[in-house]
């Protein structure tokens, strides 16, 4: 396999181009980026290492890259048991910018995480989102469930 790095950054323009038009964001291609970043950060916290290694095994090269980022496979995951606990670790991961991409409300947080997972739905198996999905809070297992299953 040949890497093509100018193919990639290709389709990663691409992606986050589509990816800020479905959430909404005009042309703020970097606030989608960070909000991206932070949610496949967040959940790759709290998933399984095997899991993670399946889901990012599904995913295009430009966001493996993104997912992996950081990433330290030793840790164990977080044990996130409530949507509210979730958002707090996204917004960990965001650091300063997160009250201004994601917004003060949880509600907020909330639709930008239901139509990220309904955008990485092109990407990512139904079958892998159900194997990652019970290590997720029950709201969340919900939202994922009742969005992307049907």
């Not at 997912?67 to 949507?83: H, L, V």
């Not at 300063?96 to 990220?116: H, I, P, R, S």
């Amino acid at each position: 396999m040949s890497l093509n790095f100018n193919q990639y950054a290709t389709e990663g323009n691409t992606f986050i181009k589509a990816y800020t038009e479905h959430l909404g964001l005009g042309n703020d291609y970097d606030k989608a980026g960070r909000m991206l970043s932070a949610i496949l950060h967040s959940l790759r916290d709290i998933i399984p290492f095997a899991e993670s290694l399946q889901f990012m095994a599904q995913l295009p090269m430009f966001l493996k890259a993104v997912y992996a980022n950081g990433w330290s496979g030793r840790r164990r995951p977080q044990k996130i048991r409530r949507m509210e606990e979730f958002i707090e670790l996204l917004r960990t991961h965001q650091r300063g910018a997160a009250a201004n991409d994601f917004g003060d409300e949880d509600e907020e947080v909330e639709k930008y995480l239901q139509l990220t997972f309904m955008f990485l739905r092109r990407y990512v198996s139904l079958g892998e989102l159900e194997d990652i999905r019970d290590s997720l809070p029950k709201d969340l297992k919900f939202m994922i469930y009742s969005n992307l299953m049907f």
